[in-house]
């Protein structure tokens, strides 16, 4: 399969970005999220698919940018799936296209569509592959909040439980099996705080 080289995926972000800002906020949250799912990949891992799936995972969310520059925060849900379909108009790959629909909290069910009446049409949006996996684990590690933050495991594991015991069951299970990654040299790197 095809996957697209950084600097292609990089092209892409700065023309689906409505302002430099934006960019600036997406790519490099997307560049971290790649840098920690570094520290998990093991040989059975397809590394340039999980690097792509990092870079392309929150490409959706350019999409929800209104024309004042803000975020569409009470349809924020829906970035997962408009980035599925910026990809897919754009051509890409199915695989490709399934790191964006598939990395939302730790996997959006059928059921909680149903049960929290999300903007979502009806689907299970959770990861199947080891590599889908992966980029939506090491992406709970920092967040695009302003300002940009690194979050530890204890405090995703506490925003989650807000979704049901069983999320906080799920991200459990998830940090048992890859373990916390560390944060300490991308925070200097980057400067962002540690919560
Ligand atoms: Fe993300």
């Not at 023309?15 to 990949?41: D, G, K, N, S």
């Not at 009470?74 to 379909?85: A, C, F, M, T, V």
Request: net charge negative; charged share 25%; with cysteine.
């Amino acid at each position: 399969m095809w996957i697209p080289s950084d600097s292609e995926i990089r092209s892409l972000h700065e023309r689906a970005a409505p302002t430099p800002e934006a960019f600036a906020l997406v790519w490099t949250h997307c560049e971290i999220v790649c840098r920690i799912a570094e520290q998990f990949l093991t040989p059975e891992l397809n590394a340039d698919l999980v690097r792509a799936g990092c870079l392309l995972h929150d490409i959706g969310v350019y999409r929800l940018y209104g024309r004042d520059g803000t975020l569409d925060y009470p349809n924020y849900i829906k970035h997962g799936l408009l980035g599925h379909e910026l990809l897919e108009a754009e051509g890409f790959p199915e695989p490709l296209c399934r790191f964006c629909s598939c990395h939302t909290g730790v996997g959006v069910t059928r059921a909680d569509i149903r049960e929290q009446g999300l903007p979502l049409p009806p689907g299970d949006y959770v990861p199947e592959t080891a590599e889908e996996t992966l980029v939506l684990y090491a992406d709970k590690f920092h967040s695009k909040k302003s300002p940009p933050v690194f979050v530890s495991a204890a405090t995703y594991a506490v925003s989650v439980s807000r979704f049901g015991a069983g999320k906080a069951a799920r991200f459990s299970e998830l940090v048992a099996t890859y373990g916390e990654p560390d944060l300490k040299p991308l925070v200097s790197e980057y400067g962002h705080e540690l919560v």
